[in-house]
């Protein structure tokens, strides 16, 4: 028979000279017993594994004082079991591997000697999630609370344990979750929030507030009713199991059984290790469904697509699903914005940069698959291996287009890849590129060693001028852990992607000078929240987000899923004179929604925008006042679909019945 925890209780007091796990663990984020050899520890084993064991001891009344503790011991489990209330003497230690510096310190006890099993036959009570505790809806730190939150500039100020606050788990995710340091903790009903990582290991959520809840069942990165980024600091990840059970794989918005397991500090993130892996209670049965944004007839009325196509080479095997999705999901858009077209060669280093085998694969693909709808094309070739990426592969941004919807502005030599094009006046006196298309500043810093933009003048069948670029920022490669040492965390080349904000918006404003009222669309892979504003201040009063034009629910905003957040880094910018007219977007998530991984075309969502681009149409909403770019405001009786509106939360809550 098991006995219950007051009978335990009885056990832990026994010897006088005894070290309680909480003197152990403190209320802080290291021990106050670190370096020390400690007698007689006393804990319940609740699980064992190759390298140690987990023991829960006497509980705390204060929340910041855990009661659990690894014991690290190679093969020290072989003469316990769970259940056994044993005693231990070792030395405390706060343990990171050598080699993952920006990791946060596990607390233990090494060198275990004088292992006795008191009795047996324990059940330890987990701590139930979102009943005796409750993660935070917080900041992750208290040093994570620059403007952006977690997001915010400078990253690495401060070394959180060298800092060793006292903990306060109700104001600080991570001071939460190092409060249950080494303790049982039960999930009831998680719900998964990604596929699988490498490893096997996945983030969910259980039934407890959360921020940034999407229809599909995921979080949303967004803005939090303090106005800035929310971390999702009440997610947790779930690693391997302990019994050597097989976690599932997991989609966002799958239904988990309860989990039970050890809180742990593993791989630069709070883990729970449930004890035994769970079982999948049930998936989200919405499939992907195409646009509800279709061509128009209308000459100045386009649509756009947005698609990073994830390394694509003329014999990727995702062509056809790519294909698939911009003919049957976006509806062939009239000019489509893609990223990461590779060269002919794919990954071989042969000096090869032309992509038009690529592009012409892809182009084939969808007249395929919308039978019939031939695109154009065009790109630049980089200089080869100079634009970052997968050596060899030369990776690019490229447009396709429809001919009998739009076409280049003639007159202009196509760029090469290490001129920079301009704004001129044609021979007509009209606005044009001197080289169309033309990357921006190939040679500036700001992209040195990344794919560079390419801007394009276009006109529509009635003869109107509109400008597009094409972007795919420096990535987030080389961030620190949100669950790292480093606050706030390292988002990794934001301070590139700042840059490349900057140079865009400077393009931008050249065509502005010329004529306010420019039509323009900014879109691709920025690689970047919106939510991180200081890397997007440059584009503030120049170009608007769509989706805040198009007034779309902050929560439904995402094109992407990493760790536990669905995030937007793929985004459409426009100018005023565009944003005036109105415009509709859509991310549509055929890949974000995908089944597994491995059913994913691409790691990307495409997006479809439908926007007005002729001159001196008046808008589809009543303009009241002529409005002075950019503030266009102004044309609004109220503020109405408008970014201006900063709440963008409550905004949008109030105002998706209007969406159109
Ligand atoms: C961390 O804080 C605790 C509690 O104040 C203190 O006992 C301990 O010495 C500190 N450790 C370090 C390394 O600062
Ligand atoms: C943060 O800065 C410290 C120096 O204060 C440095 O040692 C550490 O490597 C940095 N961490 C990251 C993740 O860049
Ligand atoms: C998962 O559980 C939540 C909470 O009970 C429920 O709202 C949601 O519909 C469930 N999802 C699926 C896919 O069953
Ligand atoms: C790729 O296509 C362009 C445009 O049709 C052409 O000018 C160029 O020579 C082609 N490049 C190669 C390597 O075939
Ligand atoms: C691009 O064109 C310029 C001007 O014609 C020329 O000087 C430059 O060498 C060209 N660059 C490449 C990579 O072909
Ligand atoms: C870009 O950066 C330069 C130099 O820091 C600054 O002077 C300029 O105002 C910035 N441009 C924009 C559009 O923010
Ligand atoms: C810009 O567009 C508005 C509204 O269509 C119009 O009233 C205004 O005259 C235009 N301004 C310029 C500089 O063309």
Known sequence: MRSNISFVLSLWTAAACAVSIGEIQGSSYQSPLVGQFVDDVRGVVVAKDKYGLWIVGEPSDDPRVSNGLRVYGVNIGRSVNPGDLISVSGRVAEYRARYRPNDLLLTELERPTNIHVLSSGHAIEPVVLGKDRIPPIAPLSAFDMGIDGWLSVPN??????????????????????????????TIEDPTALNFPDMYGSFWVHGGWPVSGKNARGGLSLMLGSDGKPVAHSEAILIGKSIDGTKNPRTMVGMNLSSITGVLAYQFGFYSILPLTAPEVVSVPDDEPQPAPISLSDDPCQLTIGDYNVENMTPRSHHIPKIADHIANYLHSPDIMFVQEISDDSGAADNGVVSANKTLTALVKAIAHASEGVKYEFVNIPPVDNMDGGKPGSNIRVAYLWRPEKVALVPGSPIGNATTSTQVIKDSSGRLSLSLNPGRIEPSSLAWEETRKSLAAAWQTVAGDRFYTINVHFSSKRDSSSAHGDARPPVNGHSDRRALQVNVTANFVNSILALDANASIVAAGDMNEFAETRSVFSAFDGVLYNINEVAGVEPVERYTYVYEQHMQEIDQVFISAGVARKGAEVEHIHVNTWAASLGERASDHDPTIARVRVCDGFNGVFSVTT???????????????????????LQTSQQLKHVHV
């Open 156 to 185: 690495n100020v401060t070394l959180l344990e060298a800092e060793n606050r006292t903990l306060e788990p109700e104001d600080y995710g991570l001071d939460f979750w190092e409060s249950l340091e080494g303790r049982l903790v």
């Open 626 to 648: 002529t409005p002075t770019p950019p503030d266009p405001l102004s044309i609004y009786s109220s503020c109405s679909r408008w970014l201006a509106c900063t709440d963008t």
